[in-house]
């Protein structure tokens, strides 16, 4: 079975693991506890061939800086991630995690993801970036360093209300398989199924989709099926 290594970075707190377990069970957690280093792996259906899509949760705090990277090799796509409410762990995306992961993968490609846009227009979260003559990042600005920084392209999503959430795992499988070309027509959706096929027990992550930590031949529960896939290795879904 083949595999695709995602990795996802970024600045402590900026929604990583809430990303992820959004994504995966269709819920938002309920407190903030910080990563050291997590990985899970789901069987996923890509034109009728079984793949292993393995999600590496990274810890953004620097007392992380040394361990983090032994998380990098084999890398197939980066999340790089910050907040659309934090100008600093944007600032951060050019300063710390672009270079990071292209000091240690150079050829992997990467997906700049903006998080937490359903505070962007929160009265409350604007008036406290106010006292700091600050605002919430704007698309257009996210795209631009996007471009700056050779990123596949810019994302953007919320995990609480899961706006854009699946979007952002389409384009990542998307750019692990097909490395963008100028004027290639990509497509951009996934058709995501959540049929479990076995009820097998797991103790970290549970619901419509079963997680198994460091063991995909325990997981049976997602599988995505994509039509109009242009690599000759993959037959179109029909």
Known sequence: MQTIKCVVVGDGAVGKTCLLISYTTNKFPSEYVPTVFDNYAVTVMIG????????????????????????????????????????????????????????????????????????????????????????????????????????????????????GLKNVFDEAILAALEPPEPKKTRSRFLEKQTSLHAAIPCTHLCRTTCLARLDPSRVLGTSWQRPGITPSMLSPHT
């Open 48 to 163: 009728g061939e079984p793949y292993t899509l393995g999600l590496f949760d990274t810890a953004g705090q620097e007392d992380y800086d040394r361990l983090r990277p032994l998380s990098y090799p084999q890398t197939d796509v980066f999340l790089v991630c910050f907040s659309v409410v934090s100008p600093s762990s944007f600032e951060n995306v050019k300063e710390k995690w672009v270079p990071e992961i292209t000091h240690h993968c150079p050829k992997t490609p990467f997906l700049l993801v903006g998080t937490q846009i359903d505070l962007r227009d929160d009265p409350s979260t604007i008036e406290k970036l106010a006292k700091n003559k600050q605002k919430p990042i704007t698309p257009e600005t996210a795209e631009k360093l996007a471009r700056d920084l050779k990123a596949v392209k810019y994302v953007e999503c919320s995990a609480l209300t899961q706006k």
